[in-house]
Nanobody, 124 residues
């Protein structure tokens, strides 16, 4: 089992950057595939990015490709989301997720463990 805690959210102007962090507790973090999702008010939770257990493979949603970068540090038991050139439509609660067998899949149901979320607000 793994517990996830996100941090790094906040208010930023359009064009700015934020770096989200997700720290994990529990055993065997390095065996989990990790993902970032987001949920805007009135919308369903949607996939943002995912990274394999080794960090060797990543996958991104089309709206964030070229602007967001997912990475992980298995020694620190952390996964990160570097967000650049932010847009107002990136405003959402961002969630970290983990699963042993996600295999770069992008569905909410493909991830078993979730953090509580961190708010990102991008002003125009």
């Amino acid at each position: 089992q793994v517990q996830l805690v996100e941090s790094g959210g906040g208010l930023v102007q359009a064009g700015g950057s934020l770096r989200l962090s997700c720290t994990a507790s529990g055993r065997a973090f390095s065996t989990y595939d990790m993902g970032w999702f987001r949920q805007a008010p009135g919308k369903e939770r949607e996939f943002v990015a995912t990274i394999s257990w080794s960090g060797g493979s990543t996958r991104y949603a089309d709206p964030v490709k070229g602007r967001f970068t997912i990475s992980r540090d298995n020694v620190k038991k952390a996964v990160y989301l570097q967000m650049n050139r932010l847009k107002p439509e990136d405003t959402a609660v961002y969630y970290c997720a983990a699963d042993l067998f996600a295999r770069l899949r992008i569905g909410v149901g493909d991830y078993h463990y979730w953090g509580q979320g961190t708010q990102v607000t991008v002003s125009s």
